[in-house]
């Protein structure tokens, strides 16, 4: 018998923490690493940071953009967060879980509970913690882009952000990136062998018992 790759449904792996807890290094690195990874690019109504690019950190809209965006359901999930609109582009996202490709979603509580709305099996969510506040703390301000108003606010709303971790299926504390982007690789492993996920098990399976 010839070996054959049985059909795969790609999933949405969600990662939402506080700003500061390391997140979008964990996300940069898993996406280096992993080619059958890609990251969902949001858009949103916030101004572009020095260094970031539109099209590849965000889609850059202004606010009548997006609420027509919203009116014509182009958004799985979307969210105000810190005075700015973010949404997660439907139409990208089901292509590439049809495909077999997962989804990485930087994304907050508000866009994780969303997704847990409709998404269903193809949905796994993963919340990252700082260690402590202090370090919490350092990180938010190693930061150059943001302003010193703008830290304490984030400092402000990670507690409330920390508020949702109970509503995720896996908790890392972020003390080592190392370890923490080794730890959301084994739980892509895991995940991926999920049984809804693989759509082609019930022809291999069938195959087996009529014995070729
Ligand atoms: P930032 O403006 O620092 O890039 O992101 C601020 C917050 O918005 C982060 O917590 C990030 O996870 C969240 N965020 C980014 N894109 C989306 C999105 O499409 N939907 C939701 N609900 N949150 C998002």
């Not at 979008?24 to 949103?44: A, F, K, Q, V, Y």
């Not at 508020?163 to 504390?173: G, M, N, R, T």
């Not at 190392?178 to 991926?192: C, D, F, H, M």
């Amino acid at each position: 018998m010839s070996a054959f790759r049985i059909e795969r449904r790609g999933l949405m792996l969600v990662l939402s923490s506080p700003s500061g807890a390391g997140k979008t290094t964990i996300s940069r690195l898993l996406l280096e690493r992993d080619s059958n990874l890609s990251m969902s690019i949001s858009t949103t109504t916030r101004p572009m940071r020095p260094g970031e690019e539109d099209g590849c950190d965000y889609n850059f809209v202004d606010p009548t953009e997006f609420n027509l965006m919203v009116n014509r359901h182009e958004f799985l999930e979307h969210a105000k967060v810190f005075d700015n609109y973010y949404g997660t582009p439907r139409a990208s996202v089901e292509e590439a879980l049809s495909n077999g490709s997962d989804v990485i979603f930087d994304i907050d509580w508000q866009g994780a509970q969303q997704l847990g709305e409709v998404a269903g099996d193809d949905l796994v969510r993963v919340f990252i913690l700082p260690p402590s506040t202090d370090e919490l703390y350092r990180r938010l301000n190693q930061r150059a882009q943001d302003s010193d108003e703008v830290v304490e606010t984030r400092m402000a709303r990670a507690a409330d952000e920390m508020s949702h971790w109970a509503e995720y299926d896996f908790i890392i504390i972020n003390e080592d990136i190392e370890v923490s982007v080794g730890r959301v690789q084994s739980i892509l492993r895991a995940e991926r062998l999920r049984r809804q996920r693989q759509v082609g098990l019930s022809d291999f399976v069938k195959r087996l018992q009529e014995g070729y």
